[in-house]
């Protein structure tokens, strides 16, 4: 089964920038529906972005305009690119592998946003 890894979480400043990344192991991405999703304590993990197999991408309205996903060229990558963070982006991102058989997660990478 397919294993994710997250990196690119840190703290950042309000308006800064970060991407995240996401690589995986054993099966291609290209077989999945890629995702990545936050949480914050006391609430529900919630979509932030997905995209399909042809590359149609989905977006919470919540970061439409500054965020964006994209796959990397060899298929093995997800990148989640965040502009204009503000301090309610503050949450743990977590990349997601969605297949017939279900979904895989990784164990998620912090991202704090404050001055």
């Known amino acids: 089964q397919v294993q994710l890894v997250e990196s690119g979480g840190g703290l950042v400043q309000p308006g800064g920038s970060l991407t995240l990344s996401c690589l995986a192991s054993?099966?291609?991405?290209?077989?999945?529906?890629a995702g990545w999703y936050r949480q914050t304590p006391g609430k529900q993990r919630e979509m932030v972005a997905t995209?399909?197999?042809?590359?149609?991408?989905d977006y919470a309205d919540f970061v439409k305009g500054r965020f964006t996903i994209s796959r990397g060229s060899a298929q093995n990558t997800v990148y989640l690119e965040m502009n204009s963070l503000k301090p309610e982006d503050t949450a743990v991102y977590y990349c997601s592998a969605r297949g017939i058989l279900g979904t895989h997660w990784g164990q998620g990478t912090q991202v704090t946003v404050s001055s």
């Open positions: 054993g099966p291609s991405l290209r077989n999945y529906v």
């Open positions: 995209i399909s197999f042809d590359g149609y991408t």
